[in-house]
């Protein structure tokens, strides 16, 4: 019961990386910036086109 109630721990902070993950990916790949309107990676020439939702849920996670 101890290994499992630990595993649920790592999974809750999993989940909270992921979401912060998906919050940076969505700001700086996909949503345009409010006071430039453009993508941030854009805009800084790291892509030549923002990520659509379809990209982002593609792309797998590094190791």
Known sequence: MKHYIL???????????RTLDAHLINHN????HWT????PAVKL???KA???V???LQIRKAA
């Open 7 to 17: 595993e649920m721990g790592k999974d809750v902070r999993n989940v909270g990386q």
């Open 29 to 32: 790949f996909v949503s345009p």
């Open 36 to 39: 430039t309107g453009e993508v």
């Open 45 to 47: 020439g790291i892509r």
């Open 50 to 52: 923002p990520l659509s």
């Open 54 to 56: 379809e990209d982002i």
